[in-house]
């Protein structure tokens, strides 16, 4: 299997689709700073479709200069967003791979957990004590 790096850039532009995807709002920061955009460079490298891939992270590259005169890292969340949609519209595969890995990053944290009033693991506690219980109104 043949490996595919990935550039700086283009590894800066997954972490901006990224943020895209889950967003920062009042009560958090989505995904930024999560590494989101290492994560799928990993993946990618290794992946029989790679290449494919960076075709398209390249065509999202491409497309904010073109469309907004930047790189995708220096996009507003407004272009951010409506990048996404052309880039779901025309790579599918790429735009479920950056969703899907955001979201996975995204709940594996202990602060989201906090936030959305999920208890964390209970295979330290033998099970959640009121698990045949309804769950309380989300904080």
Do not use: H
Request: with cysteine; glycine share 10%; hydrophobic share 40%.
């Amino acid at each position: 299997m043949k490996s595919v790096p990935l550039t700086a850039e283009q590894i800066e532009t997954l972490d901006a689709l990224a943020s895209g995807v889950i967003p920062a709002d009042a009560k958090d920061r989505g995904v930024a700073g999560m590494s989101v955009g290492q994560s799928l460079a990993r993946k990618i490298q290794t992946d029989p479709n790679g290449s494919v891939y960076v075709e398209a992270i390249e065509f999202a590259v491409s497309k904010a200069k073109a469309s907004f005169g930047k790189a995708v890292g220096s996009l507003d969340p407004a272009p951010v967003e409506a990048l996404l949609v052309i880039v779901r519209d025309r790579y599918p595969g790429l735009f479920k791979l950056l969703r899907a890995e955001a979201c996975a990053i995204y709940l594996s944290q202990p602060s989201t957990w906090e936030r959305i009033g999920f208890p964390g693991p209970s295979i330290e506690k033998g099970g959640y004590p009121e698990f045949d219980q309804r769950p309380g109104p989300i904080k």
